[in-house]
């Protein structure tokens, strides 16, 4: 089955740090940028950190400089690591990706969600 399986996330205190990953299973992840995603309580999802496959990054303005994002091409898995977390940081993360599989593209895939809850 293709899908984007995530992991991580949890309950930690304002300062602290914690790592998502987000693996394509079934599939490996196409030439297309991949994201991660935030959804505040009440809040649309937004872009967070993204990652092309030149292994280019950008962030959101809040974000930068406390989070980075990366990828390992052996595991299919992407990565995004989060230091310094803020209160503000809490809510569900969420990666996107095109993936492919048996030479067919299979486009705009979201992992399961994540929760991420900041304490101060």
């Known amino acids: 089955q293709v899908q984007l399986v995530q992991s991580g996330g949890g309950l930690v205190q304002a300062g602290g740090s914690l790592r998502l990953s987000c693996a394509a299973s079934g599939s490996i992840f196409s030439d297309d940028a991949i994201g991660w995603y935030r959804q505040g309580p009440g809040d649309r999802r937004e872009l967070v950190a993204g990652?092309?496959?030149?292994?280019?990054?950008n962030f959101e303005d809040s974000v930068k400089g406390r989070f980075t994002i990366s990828r390992d091409k052996t595991k299919n898995t992407v990565y995004l690591q989060m230091n310094s977390l803020k209160p503000e940081d809490t809510g569900v993360y969420y990666c996107?990706?095109?993936?492919?599989?048996?030479?067919?593209?299979?486009?705009?895939?979201w992992g399961q969600g994540t929760q991420v809850t900041v304490s101060s």
């Open positions: 996107n990706a095109d993936l492919m599989s048996g030479g067919r593209h299979y486009y705009d895939y």
């Open positions: 990652i092309t496959k030149d292994g280019r990054t």
